[in-house]
């Protein structure tokens, strides 16, 4: 669906459809390569509540481009790796954990795809 997050190892920035995820805004334009006509018209930070079996655990994502015209909202791996986190994938799952080893989000596979839990 187009309001999923999926987890993407090739793209380089966080990538959302919706203005209002978005806890902080700056209007700019970007071009996106590979996602056809579509370009950023703001970036900022994002809130997401990530499900963790029956509790849900709040995740700030950075310099993240909003894209209205973006086919999904792609959480960029790399920059994920980047801030010190790290993900495991274990069969048709993928766990992100901070440095210490902390559950901070899951995610499904899904047509061979990561969805995250959120």
Known sequence: SPD???LDSACTRSIARNKQHFTSYLPCEHVIEGFG???GIGRGTISLSAVLGS????CTI???IHCPDAPF???S???ITDAGYHAKFVGDLVEIR???GHLVAIGDKVSHMYRLRV
């Open 62 to 64: 950075r310099d993240v």
């Open 77 to 79: 791996l790399a920059r």
């Open 98 to 100: 901070s440095e210490k």
């Open 55 to 58: 509790s849900t655990r709040a």
């Open 4 to 6: 999923d997050w999926l």
């Open 37 to 39: 006509k579509s370009n």
């Open 73 to 75: 909202n792609l959480i």
